[in-house]
DNA sequence: CGTTAATCGAGACGGTACGTCCTGTCTTCGG
DNA sequence: CCGAAGACAGGACGTACCGTCTCGATTAACG
């Protein structure tokens, strides 16, 4: 009578973790270049990572939980610290993108963005990857609060979309093709924070 | 209402009214059934049309044009009018997606969106039609800078973007899934107009 | 009320005959190219022949009836005619093989043989490609009894057998690695017609 | 009976002899079966035998080899002793195919024919199984010659070939649907023998 | 009112990617 | 070290569309 071996191993040769990560980085690479989805071929991603397609099906049902997969290793490239003033914070918060190697996970995310409105799979994933960032500013803003430098009574959730969807919609639309990506995130930060109307409340 | 032209025209049998229009019809249909661009297929218009496919490559070069020329047909359901206040003015400019003829054109346009990236033949086209609504938003922004109701220093561009991009990704990609798309645009205008810092300036 | 069409015509795009053509052409090609029957890949016919897969698979359904037409469009390009002698006749016959484009032939053929024990379909296409040589040697054979150049009671089966038998299994199976092709028709001929015995019958 | 050899004993647990009497019958089965030579592969070989693909790889370094070996272990089941009279030897060596266990061998060998054509590997290991019967006929002939009863000038290779060539490519291709198997050397070997001329010489 | 020529639906065409299957090699484990 | 189980790269399979190209039949204005 054998031991019951509780981490039950199958046997045969394992699967290698080399294979998982050239894969992987093959889909991220794929992104990049082609800047599409559609571009991302079974077919292509096999030939990158040089394997075969039988060990991408082996692992994965098909494109979009491969490209679940792909993106979560991303692992948003650290959410980035904070500074000293809440305007200087939004600003860095939201240039951070276009700092190196944030402008690759930029890259990747803005491919995925059409994606996102098919299956709610894929939904799933673009919060999930995107959340942490948000958390960041929300932070940011609820100690702007607590220092005195925002309005207590401000709504958190709208702020952080203000804030977050010109330069996402500018970077995925190109929305005005005049609008400099470099300055945007100042001009942004500023007039929210000042807000449009002379007798603010 | 068909001009009957005169001067010049060709031999053979004319093209028919009704071909065109049910291509059209049956590229918005596919367009608005929740389908993205991908997934808007020759074929498939063809299908819907009841049409062959060379009947549709016989007017259009591509799917490029014939989407130009479907989502033209659209015609902006009117560029919505003005109230009083500024406002209500904006709230009611944000909001007019909501009301039917125009929640079809939104379905439209958020399905075009992504296409915007690839062919500046299609980037012209979004603009083209999204044009008149911005400017409509301007006009309303530079009259309440007029009227005193707006500071007089504002950035009139940024300002559009920090209040139209928040409403159009949200419906892109459901980017807060439990913020509610009817109070969505008053919130975003109440937040824009008072603006999140204490002492502004 | 239209005219019933006995020769019905089904709508659409006819079939091209060319394509038809090429496609033989190709799958012969590989045969005379690869000497085997598994070198004759669907894949590799449709890239010599210029064709999409789907083009072969609307026409046949598999590759064994693919093969069967490619090899009946041969037609024995030619029986070849008769001479003088019986001997000079026989001569003629089994080297006929050597000479363009019998050569070609005879080297499709050498490529089915192996295939010949799988498929009953196979075989009866062998059987039909190889029975109008066979039958031309019968008639010479005969024609030799009936000038009193052969002995009357001989086997025809079996003399047809054993003039052709060592032809072919030379070619296919280079039985004796220095025997040399070019006058072997002519020993055989000559031993089968004397036969071995010191005192025949 | 397992040769214990006491000198030189490599260490680890020794290859298992059952395995590969498993391995070597499951190939000369599968073989036997009807396939093809393609149709003998090494996984069926392994499922057939019950072992692992590996464990084949190690013995042998590829299909061809272990082809080899397999048909090698055959051993030509006796070269087939000899009689009285050339037309009785003769007729009983082309008929040694018919009787068990030498139709297994017949079987085996017409599977190997067509793979001939391929490697040199292959045609050399043929030759070498096939020689020895062969080398029977010819010192058949040769007593033959020897003893008055075939004529001296005889071309014993071409003979050689007229008598086996008929009966090896009836078993391989079937040539005559209708020519008996049992009764086929006999009409051969008196064909041969007496000739078809009316005047042989 | 017949000619004429561009229209129409239908579908074949050369491609490309799909997801499956099987090849021969390799890499683990337990015995 | 052996043996099984099975992952690996590669490549052909047959399917489904793509956008283009032909077909015969239709159809409306012109002569």
Chains 1, 2, 3, 4 share one sequence.
Not at 173 to 191: C, F, I, N, Q, Y
Request: hydrophobic share 40%.
């Amino acid at each position: 009578m054998t031991t019951v071996d509780t981490s039950t191993r199958s046997p045969g040769r394992p699967r290698s973790a080399r294979v998982d990560e050239s894969i992987l980085k093959a889909v991220l690479d794929l992104l990049v270049e082609g800047h599409t989805v559609e571009a991302l071929t079974i077919e292509a991603v096999a030939a990158k990572a040089g394997v075969g397609k039988a060990t991408i099906y082996r692992r994965w049902p098909g494109k979009d939980a491969l490209l679940v997969d792909a993106v979560r290793s991303l692992k948003g490239p650290a959410p980035t610290p904070v500074g000293a003033s809440v305007r200087d914070d939004l600003v860095l918060l939201l240039g951070s993108a276009r700092k190196k190697p944030d402008q690759r996970f930029v890259r990747i995310m803005s491919c995925l963005g059409p994606e996102v409105q098919r299956s709610p799979e894929r939904y799933r994933l673009y919060q999930g990857l995107v959340e942490p960032r948000r958390e960041v500013m929300r932070e940011v803003l609820r100690r702007g609060v607590a220092a005195g430098e925002l309005r207590p009574d401000i709504d958190i959730e709208v702020a952080v979309m203000l804030l977050t969807a010109p330069v996402l919609i500018q970077r995925m639309l190109r929305w005005h093709p005049d609008l400099d990506d470099a300055t945007l995130p100042g001009r942004v930060v500023d007039t929210v924070l000042a807000g449009l109307a002379t007798h603010p409340g």
